[in-house]
């Protein structure tokens, strides 16, 4: 069990370009989540896979964002066109199964200047 | 729609002192309760979940928590506070038919010498 990894640590971008984070989860998990947290605040849901399928996207993932996990394993989330407002810490989560409890990874800090 | 709401943004106890960290839930369904601790620049960390069986939950570093149904809440305590608890937890809860957790905005732990 090698934990949740997420690549890069830190991104720092221009307004307008387009960024990518990866997510690998720990690999008996069949869930995957992605989560934004920003100052002062608790992680906000964006989106979650149950093996490579796309079950559930908050409001917060507008038509900028999307995410994939094409074989079910690893996990792609890109931002298109950045806005300054996008700056925030990314975070992916992990889980075997229903209420078992997630295994965060550290994130990406991502800061558009 | 579940919600969760931890009372107090900041919370100051002296080394040695008891911790208490107040959480209150919504929920129309049965949920998951957890309690995560995330200390500077490091990633979310499970201190303890609650998933329908004992109410009183046991998690690590020597905390607790009390599933109280009547009182809709989770508060997460510890008889004994150590300088390494410095940190802000997190207050999170899932519908057992449902995927998504929901983050409360968390609470900041000083812990005075």
């Known amino acids: 069990d090698t934990g949740v990894s997420q690549n890069p640590r830190h991104k720092i971008t221009k307004r307008g370009q387009n960024v990518t984070f990866r997510c690998d989860p720990i690999s008996e998990h069949n869930r995957l989540y992605w989560y934004r947290q920003t100052l002062g605040q608790g992680p906000e849901f964006l989106t979650y896979f149950q093996n490579e399928a796309q079950l559930e996207k908050s409001r917060l993932l507008s038509d900028r964002f999307s995410a994939e996990r094409p074989k079910g394993s690893f996990s792609t989330l890109e931002i298109q066109r950045t806005e300054q407002g996008d700056s925030a810490m990314y975070l992916c989560?992990?889980?075997?199964?229903?209420?078992?409890?997630?295994?965060f990874g550290s994130g990406t800090r991502l800061t558009v200047v | 729609a579940q919600s969760v709401t931890q009372l107090d943004s900041h919370v100051s106890v002296s080394e040695g002192t008891p911790v208490l960290l107040r959480c209150n839930y919504s929920?129309?369904?049965?949920?998951?309760l957890f309690w995560y601790v995330q200390h500077p620049n490091k990633g979310l960390q499970l201190l303890l979940k609650?998933?329908?069986?004992?109410?009183l939950v046991k998690g690590i570093n020597g905390f607790e928590a009390e599933f109280k149904k009547s009182e809709t809440s989770f508060h997460l305590t510890k008889p004994s506070a150590h300088m390494s608890d410095a940190a802000e937890y997190f207050c999170v809860v899932s519908l057992n038919r449902d995927d998504k957790i929901i983050f409360g905005k968390g609470t900041r732990l000083h812990i005075l010498p």
């Open positions: 609650y998933t329908s069986a004992a109410t």
């Open positions: 929920s129309s369904y049965s949920p998951s």
């Open positions: 989560a992990s889980s075997r199964d229903r209420g078992h409890g997630y295994t």
